[in-house]
Structures are given as structure tokens and as C-alpha cells.
């Protein structure tokens, strides 16, 4: 039997036997995820659709999907919506800008001899299709800060319901201190496991550095580990004041109504 | 206390400003530095359309291709100061060509012949993009900084820490005859004890956390390992691999065995970080309290931290699925092509995640107790 199927079914029988009810809807996600991120791809081979707009969309669906389907529609997976909204706005208009200036688009030296058989001139604006894979490699690790950052602030506040929104606000930073630690470890990890066969081809065909570091390849491989680190530490400030604002907004609300 | 507080502030103002300096200088260092590479650089100064037309390939996909002429001046070796032209092919899509502007630094070969003019001619070999990446470098460094103080400094140090170890080891291998699989299992546990001590300090977290990780690492490698050779690696595809000289196979396996790396330590640290905290307030929890707490913190992260690995290896597939799609190759083999190896380090890394939460369970509840014994 394939290979995949096989891992499939482990994956899907251990999260069953681990996570009980929560391991299922993990695993259904994975899937519905995997859907989206596919149906967007069919999209983009249409030149007429703007791949940017398209990950834009995309990115709106995924997040539904992890927050609302996951844990359920209530005020803490709003807020971390809402947070995640914003940071992929920035992050996007970031990325798009950086992926133009250094002319990171499209296929790396390594891929010359695979996409020889194929016809390029196919239409599709690969400046955004590069910025779409780099916001789509980070949209994982914002959605987890953001959900993890909401979670516990509104813990605070219900254990503390006097605290000042500024003290909320460096509770929630500081909440995500330790998971930007972790996450960016995460992702810098999993870089270089899929980059393993490119930095072995690297180093046997003894570029120097300078060829190394000017190369599109390399470049776009560093610049998306740093895109991905930005994003995580953007969506730390951005989170914790939307999420401070609104729980003191809401508390003034209460405390009038009384 | 107001002296302690004072000094702080002035070693913070010292920190920043020498961060300052070296941005500075690094900035500046990165756009003059032609002179320190061997091939020569060259920085358009003129460019100029002289044809356009729109294309149609055999599979109806519409493009434009443009021929673009282009002066440049270079601006290192023998020749510097002297003008250059190019002529330049590229397409709207820009897949494997681009348009270059005004201001653009290139590497560029020199040809022997000179025009009329006593200008050279040559060809454009690559962009050179080291100003782009410092500056990204830059601002990845001071968003860390700003938003994680220590520790986003400590996120830089294992980052730059961990890569010299990686880039280490590679040049190992590449020069010796030493297995693969050997090598990134020391890596493995050099990374694990790096990264999780600059994360969390020396404590017992820590260490229930590098004996989880590495236990649920190796125990995922093994099963990754034991399906491949039981489906005789059906329906795996190296193509993508297909630039490299070397076994394709054990190149792919340590690239699982490294990437699921990350994802596994995630899990662990945070497992015992809660649990470690839920013994620090209530020192005579009992051990099933521990388990149930812990065993619905691991259900909570299981979800997000798989879901972070597959974003991350099936994104990096996308252009090349789009290429597929658009040269009217068949779906399935499409997909198989391109995604399998993608599909099977991510299903490997979860199996990794989901296993790391009942060991990392029971290493914290080992640990809890012989703090406790003490």
C-alpha cells in the first residue's frame, strides 16, 4: 500500500486514540486545510485571478476553519480572528514589496533541469505567487500566537477582573514571549528539514559564500525563515492590544449596565 | 534599587545604540562591496524596450515576451567605470526571467569582443541580493528584539547557533565518507540541547523536555522508517530531488528526522512548562491531576503545531503545482509528483507531535516526582 496512506492512517488512529473528540476535529482540519489551500492553487492557475487576493481569501478561510471550527465561535476566538486579520494585511503588503525588490519570483537555479521540459510563458504573476507561498508557510504559526495570546488574556481578566488595560496589554506580550520562542523554533526547523537536499547541493557544487548568499534560491529560502519570524513577532503586539482593548471596552459596558 | 534600575536602563541604551551602529555600518558596508567579489558586477543605468510580443503556448496559456536592452556600468575589477550592454529576454509571468530596472546591481560575464563604441558586451548571470537580505535580516532582528527582548535574542542566537552546527555537519558529510543518518542524529541532539536551553534556562523543565523530544523523535523516525520499508516506499517520488548527486533516500529520511524536529521540541517544552507550573502551585498535586491537566494541554496544541508543519512543507510546492497544472499535465500525477515527499515529512512530523504528548506526559511526571522526592 502507498506510503502516504499508510502515515495518513497512523497520524489519523493516533490522534483519535490521543486526543479523543478534540484529536478528530485536529485531523478534519488538516484535511478541510489542506482542501483550501488546494482549491486556491487551481484558482491561481487562472492569470485573470490576483494570487495576493486569492492568499488574502484563502487565508480568511483557513483561519475560520482554526478558530471556528476547532474551538468554538465565542469572544476569544473573535479577537484572535480579528488580530490575525490585521497581521496578515501587514505582513502581506511586507512580503509583496520585499519579494518585488529582490527579485526572489519564481523557479531557483536547482529546479533548471525539471522545469526544462515545460512551457514558462504561462501567464501567472510569479512575484505574487512567491509571496503567497511565504505567507502561506507562516499562516500555521500566527494562528496558533494568536489563539494562545487570546486564551490567556481573557484567563486573566477573569481571574483578575480589575486589571488596567495597560497591565493586560504587557501580560499578553509576555504570554507571547515564550511562544515566540518555541514557534520560531518550529518553523526554522521544519526550513531547514525541506532545505536539506538544497544545502547538501550547495555545498557539493563548493559555491562560495558570496554565490551562495547572491543566489535565488538561498535567498528566497532566508528571506522566507525571516518573513515567517516577523510575522510571529508582529502578531505578539497586535493581539495582545486588540485583545486588551476589547476586554476592557467590554468590562466599562458591563460595568455600566450594573 | 534606583541604581540597579539606572544601570539597566544605561546597558539597555548601550545595547541599542551599538545595534544601531552595526545596522548602520552593515547598510552601508553591503551597497559599496563590489569590490570584494570576484565576478563582475554591474549596475543598470538605462534600459530600453525594442520588441514586444504577446505569445500564445500549445496549451493556450497567453503571455507577453519582452527584449529589453540594457546599459549598465560596471562597477568592479579591471574594467570598472566602463559601459556595458546587455539585451534581455523576459515575460510577464516572470518564471524564470525577469524585467530589470534602473539601479539594479547584476553578476555579469564579460565578453572578450567590444562594440564600435569601445563599450563591452556581456551576459547577466545573476542579481545580486545581498543589500535585500541584510536588510530583512535587520528587521527580523529588531522585531525579535523589540517584541521578545531576551527572548527573541535567544530565538536569534539558536537560530544562528543552529545553523553553523547544521552547516557544520553537512560539510562533514560532504567530505566524508560518515552516514548521513549518523550525522543528523548528533545533530539532533545538539539542536534539541540548544535550542531548549536557550528557550527555558537549566532546570528540570528542560530536561524533561530534551528526554521527550529526543524519545518522540527517534520513536517517529522509526516508524517513518519501518512504513517506508514495509510499502517499499510506494508512491514516494524523488523527482524532486532529482538536481542531487547523492542517494536520494537518506537525504530525504534526515531532512524528516530534522524538520519534525522543531515541531516535536514545541510540544515537549510547552507540556512540561505547564505541568512544571501546575507543581509549583500546588506542590501535592497528585500524579493522576498531573496527568489529566497535562493530557488536555497536549490535546490543545496538538491541533495548531501539526497544522503549523503542513503549512510550512506543502506551501513551498506551490509554484512549481501551478507549472504542472498550467502545462496540462495530468492531476494525479501532478500532485504525486510534487506533493509526496512534502505530504510524507508533514504526516511524519505529526506522528512526532501527537506521540511527544504522552511521552513528554510521562518524562514531566518522572521529573515532578524526583523534584518532589527531594
Known sequence: MNVLVWLTAILFILMIVIGGKKGVRSFLSLFLNFGVLFITIFLMTNPKNSPVLLTFIACTVISWISLFFINEMSSKTMTAFISTMITIVVLLLFIVFVTDKSMIRGFGEESVEEISIFSLNIGVNFVQIGASVIIMSTIGAILDVAISIATSMHEILHHNPLISRKKLFTSGVSIGKDILGTDTNTLFFAFFGGYLSLLIWFKDLSYSIGEIINSKVFATEIIMIFCAGIGIALIIPITSSINAYYLTKKREKTENAS | ?374
Open chain 2, 1 to 374: 534599587m534606583q541604581n540597579i534600575l539606572k544601570k539597566k536602563s544605561f546597558n539597555k541604551a548601550i545595547f541599542y545604540t551599538f545595534m544601531a551602529i552595526c545596522f548602520i555600518a552593515s547598510v552601508f558596508f553591503v551597497y559599496h562591496n563590489e569590490a570584494f567579489y570576484d565576478r563582475p558586477i554591474a549596475e543598470v543605468i538605462k534600459t530600453e524596450i525594442k520588441e514586444s510580443n504577446p505569445v500564445t503556448d500549445m496549451y493556450e496559456n497567453e503571455d507577453h515576451l519582452y527584449t529589453q536592452l540594457i546599459t549598465a556600468v560596471l562597477k568592479n575589477g579591471e574594467k570598472k567605470g566602463k559601459l556595458i550592454h546587455f539585451t534581455n529576454d523576459y515575460s510577464t509571468s516572470g518564471a524564470f526571467d525577469q524585467e530589470y530596472h534602473v539601479g539594479n546591481k547584476l553578476f555579469v560575464s564579460i565578453k572578450a569582443n567590444t562594440d564600435k563604441n569601445g563599450d563591452l558586451t556581456g551576459t547577466i548571470l545573476d542579481v545580486k541580493r545581498d543589500q535585500f537580505l541584510l536588510i530583512v535580516a535587520w528587521i527580523f532582528i529588531f522585531a525579535l528584539l523589540i517584541v521578545g527582548k531576551r527572548q527573541g535574542l535567544f530565538s536569534i542566537i539558536s537560530l544562528i547557533v543552529n545553523s553553523l552546527v547544521l552547516s557544520f555537519a553537512l560539510d562533514l558529510y560532504v567530505n566524508s565518507n560518515i552516514n548521513l543518518i549518523f550525522i543528523s542524529g548528533v545533530c539532533v541532539l545538539l539542536f534539541t540541547v540548544i535550542s531548549l536551553m536557550l528557550i527555558n534556562g537549566l532546570n528540570e523543565k528542560t530536561y524533561a523536555g530534551i528526554v521527550a523530544t529526543l524519545i518522540g523523535t527517534f520513536i517517529s523516525l522509526l516508524i517513518s522508517a519501518l512504513v517506508l520499508w514495509i510499502t517499499n516506499e510506494n508512491g514516494i517520488r524523488y523527482e524532486e530531488m532529482q538536481f542531487l548527486t547523492r542517494p536520494y533516500r537518506v537525504i530525504f529520511m534526515a531532512g524528516l528526522f530534522i524538520g519534525a524536529l522543531g515541531a516535536v521540541m514545541d510540544v515537549s517544552i510547552t507540556m512540561a512548562s505547564s505541568m512544571f507550573a501546575l507543581f509549583e502551585q500546588n506542590q501535592n498535586i497528585s500524579d493522576k491531576a498531573l496527568r489529566t491537566s497535562g493530557m488536555d494541554i497536549g490535546k490543545d496544541v496538538m491541533g495548531t503545531i501539526t497544522s503549523i508543519l503542513f503549512f510550512v512543507y506543502i506551501s513551498g510546492s506551490i509554484p512549481m503545482l501551478i507549472l504542472y497544472l498550467k502545462n496540462s499535465y495530468p492531476l494525479g500525477q501532478t500532485l504525486s509528483m510534487n506533493l509526496s515527499l512534502e505530504l510524507a515529512r508533514a504526516l511524519a512530523g505529526g506522528i512526532g507531535v501527537v506521540l511527544t504528548i504522552p511521552i513528554s506526559l510521562y518524562t514531566s511526571i518522572f521529573f515532578i516526582n524526583r523534584k518532589r522526592a527531594k
